[in-house]
């Protein structure tokens, strides 16, 4: 009441004003109030309006009997009929509530004085004629148009909505020069002529006709133009929520409706089952599910909506209590209601309701407009339901590609591009470091074809369940097949953290399985490569995380970071294995020998064959960088029976020259479960003359226990050939002392890493002593290799060990060097004369040992022995480094060995060994 209150003041003030300053006018006639408030009532009647959320700002033909009022009757007069005049139309035609009621009349009053008070201060009683009364009406009906706005937009606004201030304005400003110019013809032809006037009415209704034919169509103007706007904003929805959303929103904004509301039909019952909802305080959400009022499908609109597939407007006067009951299930005063449509049936209904403002409700024009607006709604919505589902069905085919079928897990596809991503997000500054993990599981073969393909599966999709349990949101487990697993942890700080994660893994599969009703227990081998240090791109690290998965799967540990010393998988062999198949046809591969000497007497008992590769550019390459690759390649197995026969042979130039000398070649793990490996030896033998007990097999721990059933049969097939049998680096390996009790042995061969270190560490000296120990308690003879000091001679000899080969005697030499020793030792033999006898031809009876002159110690015959050895290995070296220039010999095992550190030997000089 505050704002009506100040009206109504400013209305008392300004009719006082007028009164007091208004001059004589001597008009023709005069008009009572009744005859204002006849013309005040026409022009309500014949008023447009322009709609502002919930009010209306009316624009009427009023100045007309304002401005004749200024000149044909006095101030009271006026606002008395102007006052009655609304007084009865709002109440009586438009029902308006008592508080609008009093807002309207204390904002006519008002108007009405300070148009008086303008008029007559301007005006000084001149007539219509005058140019200034004509000036002092323009002045008069702008100020009293100006306060209604204003009036009108502080009511608005006080009640929360908003307004187009602007633009009503300038409707105003437009509206009150025209109908001022109208109003002064009228007060001129009253003057004048008052029957006139007659004919100025029709007029006057004319032109309010045509005002509001004007209003009429920029209505329809601004609806189609919003019917366009939804159309468009429909269109670029693309799903049907987004669909739904526009509608509704549109909706209200079309039909300038409070709120609006889609009920989607159940498709057996036809009952309404979701109900998704627009208006001020609540925006379009998802669709929930609801139950339908009570007894709204029974009404007559449900019937022409749904039944009959007609759109409706529903109001308060129409259809009488079936519409009254519709309505007041919905909670609307007034509504309009239309079938929204879908491959041909009725799938729900859209209903707008409460039309905005006071002036107006929803007639058979917003039906049409809203028929059309549903008709779009249909198909839109059609259309978004058809985009959910393609977006539905081509998620879930991107989905089938990027994602393991049977576990869920992403596939190699989607893990390489993971893996990929990590280049990009280094380049955004994120150098935190990430690892690829590669994980097979062990004995899942067993349990696949013990239990079946099915159990198999369910085991698989445990394994990654629990794998994916033990791992962050952030890190992407994939299925690369089979039992092959990958794994990408991110956003690293530290090794640490990937070699704990695979911990973890490894402890979760080491928990039993429950399957088929049996208790299973599989374990895991897992390969580790870090992001940047092993690589970049996502080829380089699955290969480098498989190298250092198969090292785990041959060492105790389950897991293994990758490690390029221990990488036989490089570019540069792989161009190794092409060429050294040729190096084999065109025999670049050379076979080199260490002598092996008794510790107990020092006489030279035999050599052990160490292949070499003389490599046209790269020189002399040791077997541990060629070996591997010869493995790998299926090589190894022509490569081994070369070596072979090349021993055997040279064996037995050394045989028919008289000397005792027998060989020893490696033999890897392939050629040992090789089935036709006893049977080749056997026919090598056959073919060289060499008898089998001159050859000695030397076989590792680990070859053996690769698969002890099958490699225990073929030692035994070979050992019937005659053929010695020697375990090599034993004590390094996991062998079992069972299986080296059954194992058809003659020697073991302790390792260099004990033998090396036992001078200075008592805990390699122990373990030295006890090998030894332990084969003479089995009957096996004990050879040390690596003894490259006098120290360790004399310790091994102590401990009773019988053979010695190390770098004190030679390192691996050509056979032409231990040719020459021998022939030299033979002649040092004889007695001092001048001339040597020829050397005498081999007997049945047994070859003539090369040992060291006559009355030497054991010592001495060593020292002489191995400065010969030394002498000869120079002086073949010299011939090899004449033949290749640069040729270097690499020694067998790869270590990296220092200078002899034990005492100067007679006539030799100090050697630093390679």
């Not at 057996?268 to 998802?286: F, K, L, N, Y």
């Not at 028919?656 to 080749?680: E, F, T, Y």
């Not at 070979?718 to 049998?725: E, I, R, W």
Request: glycine residues 8%; negative net charge; proline residues 4%.
């Amino acid at each position: 009441m505050g704002l009506s209150g100040t009206l109504a003041a400013l209305a008392g003030a300004a009719l006082w004003l007028a009164i007091r300053s208004a001059g004589t006018i001597h008009s023709p006639i005069s008009i009572p109030w009744w005859g204002f408030a006849l013309g005040f009532l026409a022009t309500e009647v014949l008023v447009f309006h322009v709609e502002i959320r919930q009010e209306a700002h009316s624009f009427s033909l009023s100045e007309l009997p304002l401005v004749i009022g200024f000149f044909f009757a006095s101030p009271w007069t006026l606002m008395a009929g102007r006052l009655l005049a609304h007084l009865i139309y709002r109440s009586v035609v438009r029902r308006q509530t008592p508080l609008k009621l009093v807002f309207n009349l204390s904002s006519f009053a008002a108007e009405t004085g300070v148009a008086l008070f303008v008029f007559h201060a301007l005006s000084n009683g001149d007539p219509p004629t005058a140019p200034r009364s004509c000036l002092a009406i323009l002045a008069a009906v702008l100020v009293a148009d100006t306060l209604s706005t204003f009036s009108v937009t502080a009511a608005i606004r006080l009640y929360g909505g908003d307004t187009r201030i602007v633009t009503i304005m300038l409707t105003a400003a437009v509206t009150a020069g025209a109908n001022s110019s109208l109003a002064v013809l009228a007060a001129i032809v009253l003057w004048d002529s008052p029957w006139a006037i007659v004919l100025f009415g029709m007029v006057a209704t004319a032109v309010a006709l045509a005002y509001r034919g004007y209003a009429g169509l920029r209505q329809r103007y601004s609806s189609l133009q919003l019917l366009y706007d939804f159309t468009k904003m429909v269109v670029a929805s693309v799903t049907a929520e987004q669909v739904m959303d526009e509608v509704l929103t549109e909706a209200r904004k079309l039909l300038r409706a409070e709120r609006a509301e889609v009920f989607l039909l159940d498709e057996e019952t036809g009952t309404c089952r979701h109900r998704i909802r627009s208006d001020d305080a609540v925006s379009p959400g998802p669709l929930q599910p609801t139950d339908s009022p009570v007894g709204l499908e029974s009404t007559w609109v449900w019937e022409e909506a749904v039944d009959h597939r007609r759109p409706v407007v529903v109001s308060q006067s129409g259809r009488g209590h079936s519409s009254g009951q519709f309505l007041d299930l919905v909670e609307a005063k007034d509504a309009i209601v239309a079938p929204l449509l879908a491959e041909g049936r009725v799938v729900g209904v859209i209903l707008v309701a409460n039309r905005m403002g006071t002036v107006s409700s929803f007639d058979q024009d917003d039906l049409q407009l809203f028929a059309t607006l549903a008709n779009h709604a249909s198909v839109a919505f059609e259309n978004g339901r058809l985009v959910d589902q393609l977006r539905r069905e081509a998620d879930e085919r991107r989905h089938e590609a990027l994602h393991d079928s049977l576990t869920g897990l992403a596939n190699r596809t989607l893990f390489l591009q993971r893996v990929g991503e990590l280049g990009s997000t280094r380049a955004r500054g994120d150098q935190r470091m990430a690892a690829v993990m590669l994980m097979d599981l062990d004995r899942f073969k067993e349990v696949n074809d013990t239990l079946g393909h099915h159990n198999g599966d369910l085991l698989l999709r445990e394994v990654a369940n629990r794998i994916v349990a033990t791992l962050r949101h952030e890190d992407t487990v994939a299925r690369l097949g089979g039992d092959e697993f990958a794994i990408l942890l991110p956003h690293l700080t530290s090794v640490d953290q990937a070699l704990s994660s695979a911990q973890r893994i490894v402890e979760a599969l080491q928990q039993s399985f429950s399957l088929d009703q049996l208790s299973v227990d599989v374990g895991a081998s897992i390969g580790i490569a870090i992001s940047p240090a092993d690589g970049d791109d996502a080829a380089t690290l699955l290969q480098r995380a498989d190298v250092a998965m198969y090292e785990a799967k041959g060492a105790s540990h389950p897991v293994m970071l990758y490690s390029p010393e221990r990488d036989n998988y490089s570019p540069k062999r792989l161009t190794m294995a092409a060429e050294l198949r040729q190096a084999l046809a065109d025999g670049e591969i050379v076979v080199y020998h260490q002598p092996k000497a008794r510790l107990s007497d020092g006489v030279l008992i035999g050599t052990e064959a160490l292949v070499r590769w003389r490599h046209p550019q790269n020189g002399l390459i040791g077997p541990d960088e060629f070996i591997p690759v010869a493995e790998q390649t299926g090589l190894i197995e022509p490569l081994t029976f070369y070596v072979l026969q090349s021993a055997l042979e040279q064996c037995r130039q050394w045989n028919n020259a008289g000397h005792d000398v027998g060989v020893a070649v490696n033999l890897s793990v392939r050629s040992l479960l090789d089935p036709d490996l006893s049977s080749r030896v056997e026919a090598l033998l056959a073919q060289t003359g060499v008898a089998g007990s001159r050859l000695t097999l030397e076989i590792t721990e680990s070859g053996v226990m690769a698969d002890p059933t099958r490699a225990i049969a073929m030692l035994e097939r070979l050992a019937a050939t005659g053929v010695k049998l020697s375990v090599d680096d034993f004590g390094t390996g996991y062998s079992s002392l069972s299986y080296l009790r059954r194992l058809p042995v003659h020697e073991v061969k302790v390792d260099r890493s004990f033998v090396f270190r036992m001078a200075t560490d008592p805990s390699d000296a122990t373990i030295v002593q006890s090998i030894i120990e332990l084969g003479r308690n089995l009957g096996l003879r004990t050879v040390a290799e690596g003894v490259e000091d006098q120290i360790s001679w004399e310790l091994l000899r102590g401990m009773g060990c019988d053979v010695a080969q190390g770098y004190l005697l030679s390192k691996p030499v050509p056979a032409q060097a231990i040719t020459r020793w021998l022939d030299d030792v033979r002649r040092a033999s004889f007695t001092s004369s001048e001339a040597a006898p020829d050397l005498p031809a081999p007997t049945d009876a047994g070859l003539v040992p090369a040992t060291v002159p006559t009355g030497l110690t054991a010592a001495a015959g060593l020292s002489s022995a191995a400065a010969g050895l030394r002498a000869a290995a120079v002086m073949a070296e010299a011939e090899a480094e004449a033949e290749e220039p640069g040729c270097d010999i690499v020694p067998i095992t790869g270590r990296r060995l220092v200078p002899a550190n034990g005492p100067s030997l007679p006539g030799a000089n100090r050697v630093l060994l390679r």
